[in-house]
């Protein structure tokens, strides 16, 4: 994904948060992904919640790629805080721009705003901003 500005969405079908996120994200993927976002959706909602990711995709017609993370890659980025939804901004570099933990209406503002940012000024010219 290098040279993509990529949001790594760490979530789980069952909390809420993370289903109120998910719209948002669908949004951004649809109307930055020409400009070269890539949101991509790691599942850590446990084994039984492997067999809801289908239906949880098809809910939301999730256009980006799904996976389940292995433990140590969970670790590496939520050893500090476990909370559910966290998002992590890479810029095209891939270097960390911002983490977030949990989602509201500030969290939602946020996250486009730095994606936004990391694109470049066309993203922020095609958004009218």
Known sequence: YKGKVVVLDFY?????????????LVKMQQQYGAQGLQVIGLNV???????QVPKFAKEFG???PLGFPEDEFVDQYLSDNQN???SFVFDRNGTLVKRFV?????????????????????????AGR
């Open 84 to 86: 559910i939804p966290q």
């Open 12 to 24: 789980a079908t069952w909390c809420e948060p993370c289903r109120a996120e998910t719209p948002h």
């Open 45 to 51: 909602g446990g084994e039984d919640d492997r067999a």
């Open 102 to 126: 949990g989602y509201d209406g500030e969290v939602e503002r946020e996250i486009e705003r730095v994606v936004q940012a990391s694109l470049g000024s066309a993203a922020l010219k095609d």
């Open 62 to 64: 999730i256009p980006y």
